[in-house]
Antibody, heavy 122, light 108 residues
Framework: QVQLVQSGAELRKPGASVKVSCKAS????????IQWVRQAPGQGLEWMGW????????NYPQNFQGRVTMTRDTSISTVYMELSWLTSDDTAVYYC???????????????WGQGTLVTVSS | SYELTQPPSVSVAPGKTARITCGGN??????VHWYQKKPGQAPVLVVY???DRPSGIPDRFSGANSDNTATVIISRVQAGDEADYYC???????????FGGGTKLTVL
């Protein structure tokens, strides 16, 4: 069955960086995009960007440009999301999720990781 | 950028039907997906491509999409359906994903 397993909780100080991993299994890794979505306490779901595991291509929204980097290691079916220059506003649960493609259209997020809590505090 | 608007909250009595809306400019021309989010759990896809259900999702969940409003419809609501619900689309102009602000469903 499809599984996305994320790395464990992280505690960082303001100004630091964090790198969260997402290991995929149960499907052909390069056939599906991976999205990153976060949820801050009491807030809604916020999209952070996607990575194409086949090409390594990425797409980030404006509010994360320059601060987020998504990479992948196809040899171990794992994608990474690194967020830098952390502030307390980045305290959130971070999720990876799988999406397919249909004639260039990004489809639904059909499988999700369990989430990784990142806490930013001095 | 494309925006989706959801009501902050919807309340419904057990056994009744809940309708949660998602507004967007010409959203009827897009594929809308819906997620259920419970505290401490990852989101779960409950409706995709406007009206389809993933395997394992009860047929009490359905969807509609027309003009400027998409709707997820939950029939015979149960206490276990209490959760936040989010709509989502793909904006083809920016190649970005967009989420609605979420709707808290309360079962009275």
């Amino acid at each position: 069955q499809v599984q996305l397993v994320q790395s464990g909780a992280e505690l960082r100080k303001p100004g630091a960086s964090v790198k969260v991993s997402c290991k995929a299994s149960g499907y052909t890794f390069i056939d599906y995009y991976i999205q990153w979505v976060r949820q801050a306490p009491g807030q809604g779901l916020e999209w952070m960007g996607w990575i194409n595991p086949n090409s390594g291509g990425t797409n980030y929204p404006q509010n994360f440009q320059g601060r987020v980097t998504m990479t992948r290691d196809t040899s171990i079916s794992t994608v990474y999301m690194e967020l830098s220059w952390l502030t307390s506003d980045d305290t959130a649960v971070y999720y990876c999720a799988r999406t397919g493609l249909r004639f260039g259209e990004i489809l639904q997020l059909d499988s999700w990781g369990q989430g990784t809590l990142v806490t930013v505090s001095s | 950028s494309y925006e989706l608007t959801q009501p902050p909250s919807v309340s419904v009595a057990p056994g009744k039907t809940a309708r949660i809306t998602c507004g967007g400019n010409n959203i009827g021309t897009k594929s809308v997906h819906w997620y259920q989010k419970k505290p401490g759990q990852a989101p779960v896809l409950v409706v995709y491509d406007d009206t389809d259900r993933p395997s394992g999702i009860p047929d009490r969940f359905s969807g509609a999409n027309s003009d400027n409003t998409a709707t997820v419809i939950i029939s015979r609501v149960q206490a276990g359906d209490e959760a936040d619900y989010y709509c989502q689309v793909w904006d083809d102009r920016s190649d970005h994903l967009v989420f609605g602000g979420g709707t808290k469903l309360t079962v009275l």
